[in-house]
């Protein structure tokens, strides 16, 4: 009979084992951070991408690489590019800036609208 209890511990444990890999280091989505600084002649726009799990929360030990792109957009201009990370330079000081990104190895895109505006203290 141990033996029987051994194949329902295997049993159990792939279960948890195959839930854990499904839903929290699996990627479902890629989700973005805006931090926007002002520069001398503008504002200095960082995006960082991150993997999001099925349950909505950052994926733990993996990365996503992902390309950003400016269409018809002349009033600004990707100064850093890194695997996740671009660093987008603009002089205009209020307005809205499209960013298009790509992930190739998930087939993901998503076009970002970024808001560029005053700082107002109310």
């Not at 890999?21 to 600084?37: L, P």
Request: hydrophobic fraction near 45%.
């Amino acid at each position: 009979m141990w033996y029987l209890k051994l194949i329902i511990f295997f049993i159990v444990i792939s279960f948890v084992l195959y839930f854990v890999w499904s839903y929290i280091f699996s990627i479902y989505e890629i989700g973005y951070e805006q931090k926007i600084t002002d520069s001398n002649n503008g504002k200095l726009i960082t995006i960082t991408a991150y993997p999001v799990n099925g349950y909505g929360f950052r994926v733990p030990l993996r990365s996503v690489e992902v390309l950003f792109d400016l269409p018809d957009s002349a009033e600004a201009e990707i100064i850093n590019h890194e695997q996740n990370r671009a660093v987008i330079f603009t002089p205009i000081k209020n307005g809205t800036i499209i960013v298009k990104t790509r992930s190739n190895k998930y087939d993901i895109s998503e076009i970002l609208k970024i808001e560029i505006g005053e700082i107002r203290n109310e």
